[in-house]
């Protein structure tokens, strides 16, 4: 029991990655309008400014693989947590709006960094049996830093009038990150280095005592011979590698799922979600009293899914999450088509923030961790995560594109996103029937063959 707990504790620490992933990602929705103020921004310095995190976030997917190979798992986490330190205290006081820029790029970098470290760090530390609930912890830790900041602006923001906020409000809501940051460092000391990472390296003896601790009596030695093995097996460079059939298939179907868990609709949600509630005719407050609801459900489903990942399996949850993200989309943009939109649009909104919360927020990482052979996890995972972001950028640009084109808006009465969103969620629901294998209770080191047998069939 009490390895049990200490396994716990090391996955709740690394995830404070997340949970700094989800609040760097959302706090800038509570700041932006004061900030465009104070700045006197155009509408493209205002998109900037929210999407200036995200060249961050591919500068440091980029960067992750070399990162965590050359200096570890560890310490790649603890330089994210710097770097999101900096970043509180750069964009809580910036002299101009290119300083503030310069930071959230810095920010952004750490993001990048925690998005494809932490998930591989706790998926290359724990159980098998163990894993897939484990490294959901690292969503519920983005969600939670989603809610808690949502709640964060919101109680900073009632400090003060408005003059308070247009000069000081928003300062505070970037500082506030500082917090966490400084939890998520003194928490790193306390945990120890993958013990994939230390055989890598060829420390063999703490890679035993790491897998000694946290696997069951008489397996970590197995699991030690599956490693070296799967290690030494490696002959070529990793790039080279990659290019392998079974490598290359497993490559193929990480990007997948990133790409899908980006396009099916959920960052314009979050991203805008105010502004969508209010287009469609509610109130400023009730907008945000909204946007909260939306953040509750994500992170109540979110634990339910890692209640059930390891024990329905991974591909269920697909199943399901993709058909209620389709279902309920397409009902709110018929609804929008319609114009009978402010009746249908919270509730289906809820249904699909469930949905996702339950299925392809969590379960994609859980997947992303576990899918790639030894030989490639670092670099293959890094790319997915890389492509991500890429994705990830092109919804957050598109989708006020898609809102704002006068002639969508008049042929579609501001349904047009709903209705591709909708058709992008059946387009995962088949890629995840069609290409997705089950890792349920699958060792780590049992993906190579996984990939295999996948080609042969």
Not at 403 to 411: A, I, Q, R, S, V
């Amino acid at each position: 029991m009490e390895g049990n707990g200490n396994l716990r504790f090391i996955a709740l620490s690394a995830a404070i990655g997340g949970l700094l992933f989800g609040y760097d990602t959302a706090v800038i929705s509570g700041a932006i309008g004061n900030l465009t103020k104070y700045f006197d921004l155009s509408p493209l310095q205002t998109g900037w400014a929210i999407s200036s995190a995200l060249v961050g976030c591919l500068l440091g997917a980029f960067v992750s693989d070399y990162c965590s190979t050359k200096f570890g798992r560890r310490m790649c986490m603890a330089i994210a947590a710097v770097l999101f330190l900096a970043c509180s205290i750069g964009t809580a006081l910036p002299e101009s709006f290119t300083v503030f820029i310069i930071f959230r790029i810095i920010g952004g970098v750490g993001v990048g960094l925690a998005s494809m470290v932490v998930p591989m760090y706790i998926a290359e530390i724990a159980p098998a049996e163990k894993r897939g609930g484990l490294v959901a912890y690292n969503q519920l830790a983005i969600v939670i830093g989603i809610v808690v900041v949502y709640f964060v602006n919101y109680f900073i923001a009632l400090q003060g009038d408005d003059e308070w906020n247009l000069n000081l409000g928003w300062r505070w809501m970037f500082g506030s990150e500082l917090i966490p940051s400084v939890l998520y460092m003194a928490l790193i000391i306390f945990i120890p280095e993958s013990p994939r990472w230390l055989l890598m390296k060829g420390r063999r003896e703490q890679a035993m005592k790491v897998l000694e601790k946290y696997n069951p009596v008489g397996r970590a030695q197995t699991v030690y011979k599956e490693i070296e093995a799967s290690l030494g097996e490696k002959t070529a460079t990793d790039w080279k590698l990659l290019f392998h059939p079974s490598f290359r298939l497993a490559l193929l179907v990480g990007i997948g799922l990133s790409v899908f868990q980006q396009i099916t609709g959920i960052n314009a949600i979050l991203y805008y979600a105010p502004e969508i509630f209010k287009s469609f005719g509610s109130s400023a407050d009730a907008s945000l009293l909204e946007t909260s609801m939306l953040g509750v459900i994500n992170l109540i489903f979110t634990i339910f899914s890692i209640y059930l990942v390891d024990r329905i399996g991974r591909k269920p949850l697909l199943y399901i999450g993709s058909s209620g993200m389709f279902l309920s989309l397409a009902i709110v943009g018929a609804a929008a088509y319609y114009e009978m939109v402010s009746t249908w649009l919270l509730p289906f909104l809820l249904l699909f923030m469930a949905s996702f919360s339950i299925s392809w927020g969590p379960v994609v990482w859980v997947l992303l961790s576990e899918i790639f052979p030894n030989r490639v996890r670092s670099l293959a995972l890094a790319i997915a995560v890389f492509i991500q972001w890429i994705a990830n950028f092109a919804v957050s640009q598109t989708f006020p594109l898609m809102t704002g084109d006068k002639w969508l808006n008049e042929e579609f009465h501001g349904a047009f996103p709903f209705i591709l969103f909708a058709f992008l969620c059946l387009l995962a629901l088949i890629f995840v029937w069609k290409f997705v294998p089950e890792t349920k209770s699958r060792t780590l080191e049992e993906m190579d063959d996984m990939w295999k047998n996948e080609l042969v069939k």
